[in-house]
């Protein structure tokens, strides 16, 4: 191997740089063949989401970098080696992350391919880091699966897939007696009361939880809301054609209103009150 890669461990500072630095490895990974023939997988989902096109990767920083930098820093911020859930893991960039910085990872997804792909990087992370990650994957819906049987969770992931498992607030009903009284949850959505979303309504967003229902709901479960915020306002391009030093403020400004904010990030965590009533 001519390059080297960025390894995580549970000393590693979980920083908005060394998460960058985690995404930018997915160059390397691409240069390497241990991937074979689902290298175009992989290459076509970070085309979309836009770390392999030149003029959208300060935006990918700006908008995915940044905000899993928060999850991590949530999720990781009472235990050392929390057990965390990742619904929608999809090829496994975040769960393998949670794995080599400590946690004991549970991903699903009913993405057969993407698991396959998940499973060939953590064989690849495992050789290059010479640890055994913690990491069980399983295809399955997030409503047939069965929470029980890892319990307890005490951590909640999820990018971009927690409002595609309709209905949310079944999902959520379904997970909470299997959690830990102080289980914290971190989800990145996209936001279906956006402008955008009025202008270009998609199916997909349909009977999707809005922000302020998804606060609802997971207060009226028990959780405390620590931080929730826009995941950006300001159009991809925009991040190319001007600096981020400039963008970032007026991105945070106007991201203050849930029309303008295209997607949303929530942080929470059970309050051992709510918790211990519904364990009685």
């Known amino acids: 191997m001519k390059y080297k890669l960025f390894i995580p461990d549970h000393n590693t500072k979980i920083s908005d740089d060394n998460i960058w630095r985690w995404y930018t490895n997915i160059f390397n990974e691409l240069n390497d063949e241990y991937l074979s023939d689902d290298k175009e997988y992989l290459i076509n989902y970070y085309l979309d989401a836009g770390l392999l096109r030149y003029w959208r990767r300060s935006f990918f920083r700006y908008h995915y970098s940044r905000t899993f930098t928060h999850a991590v ?12 859930i990742d619904l929608g893991c999809g ?9 080599l910085l400590g946690a004991k990872v549970t991903g699903i997804d009913i993405d057969e391919k993407a698991l396959s792909i998940l499973n060939k990087r953590k064989s690849f992370y495992e050789k290059l880091s010479g640890r055994i990650l913690d990491i069980k994957v399983f295809s399955s819906s997030a409503f047939d699966f069965d929470y029980g049987s890892i319990a307890p969770i005490q951590g909640i992931y999820s990018m971009f897939a927690f409002n595609l498992m309709k209905p949310s607030r079944s999902l959520i009903e379904k997970l909470v007696p299997h959690l830990s009284e102080d289980c914290s949850l971190a989800i990145l959505d996209g936001n279906n009361i956006s402008w955008l979303a ?46 981020g030093s400039i963008l970032r403020p007026i991105d945070r400004f106007l991201g203050k209103s849930w029309y303008l904010a295209i997607s949303h990030q929530i942080l929470a965590r059970r309050h051992d009150s709510k918790a211990s009533e519904e364990s009685s």
């Not at 820093?73 to 965390?84: A, R």
């Not at 090829?91 to 794995?99: A, E, F, K, V």
């Not at 826009?230 to 159009?235: K, L, N, S, T, W």
């Open 198 to 243: 009025k202008i270009f309504p998609n199916r997909r967003r349909e009977e999707c939880l809005t922000p302020f229902e998804m606060e609802g709901l997971l207060y009226e479960y028990g959780f405390d809301i620590l931080h929730h915020d826009a995941g950006f306002v300001i159009p991809p391009i925009c991040w190319f054609l001007l600096p």
């Open 91 to 99: 090829t496994g960039t975040q769960t393998i992350m949670l794995s």
């Open 73 to 84: 820093q949530h999720l990781f911020q009472l235990k050392k080696d929390p057990h965390i």
